[in-house]
């Protein structure tokens, strides 16, 4: 992992944050979230979360529970055993077999960088 990707934090399971989350760099959580999500950067989600908010980041891995609206930038990956419920605005949306999703998803191009 080059340094640029490295996780500069991690809410550990166990933990539980109620309110507006905003960060840069990579964020792991595997605790419990309510409220919003924003970063730049990218969000991974572990197997045993639970987030219930809203979503806003490049990136956005999950193998928990999310249940709310994600936009993502750059990319949903949802691996399982993930389970989603929501809607999902991203140019690029990869599903992985086994995955319980119930959602929308809209699809947008990705804005290149002038």
Sequence with gaps: MSQSNQICAIIEEGCRFE?????????????????SIFSNDTLI????????ADINA???LISGTVKGNIKATSRVEIKKP???E?????PSLIVEEGVIFHG??????????L
């Design 82 to 84: 993930a389970r989603f």
């Design 104 to 113: 929308v998803t809209k699809m947008k191009e990705k804005r290149s960088e």
């Design 45 to 52: 989600v572990s197997e045993g979360a639970i987030i219930n």
């Design 19 to 35: 309110g507006n989350l905003s960060f840069n760099g990579v964020v792991r959580i595997a605790g419990t979230i309510t409220g």
């Design 58 to 60: 490049n990136i956005i």
């Design 86 to 90: 929501g809607t999902i605005t991203s």
